[in-house]
């Protein structure tokens, strides 16, 4: 029976504030003056440049904290950020605020607000109003004297995040139909296949009760049959002078070119099938010595490089007298410089079929989550011993449907490893689900 009270994480809060003023993980710091809001590093697990050992440091550090990674574990950064995530979400005394959060930048992160006492309680959290789903109670085994710690717990892992292709979409769409399925799963494999089979993306938000002896557990799985976006660009074309973004453009079409822009040129004439994107100038650097050299380069990249998105995947043609070299998953070599010739061909960077495959093996038996980015470096060779950020001029082109792809897969993966753990907590192997079917 609910009581009404406000449900405290006292633990949290506190180790939440100590982390944050402590500056000792990358990219957590506080937000604004007053300390009222932090920032919390969110780079996805997936991204080519994922460091598992900056980008994931507080993640790991509050598994240490809870018990749930032991010296000697598999280092399971998704898993780690999902318990945190929970942990926050659930709780009454922290707020996501979007509004502050930015998703779509090299260095990804959110935005946090610490909810003063007097307001705790008013407005939900957002991971109740995320889920929008009645739970059932599930009794356990008696009361063992550890219930705040014990609660605590249950707050941290009972919510997991439903991803969501349009926002608010599931929530106002008056055609949402809900209808429950009690099932009794004893393996992750039967949930892994009966995800399979429906091509359904499946979350896990779950709660533990005390008070019965068979120590059951109890998840509600929410399965979402939403429809592919059909407004995603075919590429995210994002340029860097010496290792600063300087332009980013989001390409419908299928074609584009870049190039830099003749000194004098009469402005754009009608628009074309293909679009243009055109290398900013020189004077973009503040270095006086690097603006010279890119005042130097940009000429010889008049004609710059043609790509192509097609169903096959993406290729280029280069065009300009200045030389192109590039790096990503179709690369011929992954530890000294591929050079992109002069020549009518066109060449193919990126292999959808090879994707697609290298996905399943990610699905099926977890490594390394396959790359869907291609990086283009003009007048320098790459890839070499230098840092990309030492390189004049580089351009990244991003797919946005394969990253989409590898997102859904690796939110997957995330929620079976917390039904793994769940499982192995359980003397008896076995877990009660309760799986909703929204159509």
């Known amino acids: 029976m609910a009581t009404g009270r406000i449900r405290s994480t006292r633990k949290l809060k506190q180790w939440i504030v100590d982390q944050v003023s402590s500056e000792q993980y990358p990219g957590l710091v506080w937000d604004d003056p007053n300390r009222t809001m932090f920032r919390i590093p969110w780079k996805h697990a997936g991204k080519q440049d994922f460091r598992s050992d900056e980008d994931a440091a507080i993640f790991r550090a509050w598994a240490v904290y809870k018990g749930k990674l032991k010296p000697g574990e598999k280092e399971q950064p998704a898993t780690w950020k999902t318990r945190l995530r929970c942990a926050l979400n659930k709780s ?11 998703l779509d930048i090299s260095e990804p992160y959110k935005v946090y607000r610490i909810v003063p006492v007097s307001e705790q309680g008013k407005t939900p959290a957002q991971g109740r109003r995320d889920s929008g789903l009645k739970r059932r109670r599930v009794k356990s085994e008696p009361h063992s004297g550890r219930e705040e710690e014990e609660e605590e717990e249950e707050e941290e892992e009972e919510e997991g995040v439903r991803r969501r292709r349009r926002v608010g979409e599931e929530e106002t769409n008056p055609a949402v139909v809900v209808q429950p399925i009690l099932l009794q799963v004893e393996s992750v494999r039967d949930v892994s296949n009966f995800e399979k089979q429906t091509s359904l993306s499946v979350a896990a938000p779950y709660k533990t009760q005390q008070h019965s002896p068979l120590n059951e557990i109890q998840l509600n799985f929410t399965i979402e049959t939403t429809p592919p976006s059909t407004a995603l660009p075919s590429m995210l074309i994002t340029i860097f002078y010496a290792g600063l973004e300087v332009s980013q453009r989001r390409i419908m079409g299928k074609d584009v070119k870049i190039s830099s822009r003749p000194p004098g ?8 099938s293909m679009e243009r994107v055109w290398l900013p100038p020189a004077d973009s650097l503040s270095n006086p010595i690097q603006s010279e050299a890119l005042a130097s380069l940009l000429p010889f990249l008049e004609r710059g490089v043609m790509l192509a998105c097609t169903p096959s995947g993406l290729f280029i043609q280069r065009l300009c007298q200045g030389r192109v070299f590039w790096s990503g998953p179709g690369a011929p070599h992954h530890n000294r410089p591929n050079k992109l010739d002069r020549q009518e061909d066109l060449v193919q960077l ?11 093996v990610y699905r099926e038996m977890g490594g390394q989550p396959p790359q869907f980015k291609v990086t283009l470096c003009f007048g320098e060779e790459f890839p070499d011993n230098d840092p990309v950020t ?10 946005p449907w394969a990253r989409q792809q590898l997102e859904e897969v690796t939110s997957f993966r995330e929620s079976m490893a917390l039904f793994q753990n769940l499982a192995s907590e359980s003397p008896l192997r076995v877990a009660a689900l309760d799986f909703y079917g929204i159509s």
Do not use: M, Y
């Open 265 to 272: 040129s009469a402005p754009p004439g009608p628009p074309s």
């Open 92 to 102: 009454s005394e922290f707020e996501e605020v979007p509004g502050r959060s930015q």
């Open 390 to 399: 030492d390189k004049l001029i580089t351009v990244q082109v991003e797919l």
């Open 350 to 360: 990126f292999d959808r079929k090879h994707f697609s495959q290298e996905l399943v």
